[in-house]
């Protein structure tokens, strides 16, 4: 029988270790797990069938660090640089469902979100 000492040190550093992890890993899961959630909220929109809680793909948030980068506008009549451009007129959108009455597309841009169709951002390119 193989015994194992484990000495005062050992103990309370395997201890500091269990319970960093017992306490870290809750928030961490539920941060991950829930943001989808917060944001759909923040957005005032509930989950509806075919939504983000049905397994669909969440809309992109105006809010959202890359759109803002990007300059992305929800209608782009709002955005005087558009010129009249918009995603579906863009190379980089695809068309996917209806969303909110309004047509809407995955975009290279914003990876596991969709757009609208009315929708334009300054990464705009000709469809070809």
């Given at each position: 029988m193989i015994e194992t000492k484990m000495n005062r040190?050992?103990?309370?550093t395997?201890?500091?270790k269990i319970?960093?992890?017992a306490v870290v890993a809750p928030t961490a899961l539920n941060a991950v797990f829930s943001s989808s959630a917060q944001a759909q909220k923040k957005r005032g929109a509930a989950p509806a069938a075919g939504g983000a809680?049905?397994?669909?793909?969440?809309?992109v948030d105006p809010n959202?660090?890359?759109a803002k980068a990007v300059k992305?506008?929800?209608d782009y009549k709002k955005a005087p640089e558009a010129k009249g451009n918009n995603?579906?007129?863009c190379g980089f959108y695809a068309k996917k469902e209806s969303r909110n009455g309004k047509e809407a597309g995955t975009c290279t841009i914003f990876a596991g979100k969709l757009v609208y169709g009315d929708a334009w951002c300054?990464?705009?390119n000709k469809k070809a």
């Open positions: 040190r050992g103990f309370f395997t201890l500091a319970t960093g992890v809680a049905a397994g669909g793909m969440p809309l959202d660090s890359v992305y506008v929800e995603c579906t007129t300054a990464s705009w």
